[in-house]
């Protein structure tokens, strides 16, 4: 079955930084676009951040553009997200997900448990 493991979170000043991983089993890695979402209590879960399967091209939403970095290593089925100039806005659960593109919508309705993000002084 599908499992999708985040890490990689945790309590971070304004301005740090913090890589999140998540590591994909039970299907395919290679065939799909990976995408970085993002819940905050009370809102609805948001794509932040998406990458073909070679990697060669990305997509960002607004809020994090020029701050993240999504990457992956289809070796290791593996897709990462480099946060950096975090903000208290940030502070979320993030969850890795196939796509079917790298603007979404996410593929698999099992989602992994997720990493906390923590942004605050």
């Known amino acids: 079955q599908v499992q999708l493991v985040e890490s990689g979170g945790g309590l971070v000043q304004p301005g740090g930084f913090l890589r999140l991983s998540c590591t994909a089993s039970?299907?395919?890695?290679?065939?799909?676009?990976m995408t970085w979402y993002r819940q905050s209590p009370g809102k609805e879960r948001e794509l932040v951040a998406g990458?073909?399967?070679?990697?060669?091209?990305?997509n960002y939403a607004d809020s994090v553009k020029d701050r993240f970095i999504i990457s992956r290593d289809n070796a290791k089925n593996t897709v990462y997200l480099q946060m950096n100039r975090l903000k208290p806005e940030d502070t979320a659960v993030y969850y890795c997900?196939?796509?079917?593109?790298?603007?979404?919508?996410?593929?698999?309705?099992?989602w992994g448990q997720g990493t906390q993000v923590t942004v605050s002084s």
């Open positions: 039970g299907f395919t890695f290679t065939k799909w676009p």
């Open positions: 990458i073909t399967v070679g990697g060669d091209s990305t």
């Open positions: 997900n196939a796509a079917g593109s790298i603007w979404g919508p996410f593929t698999f309705s099992s």
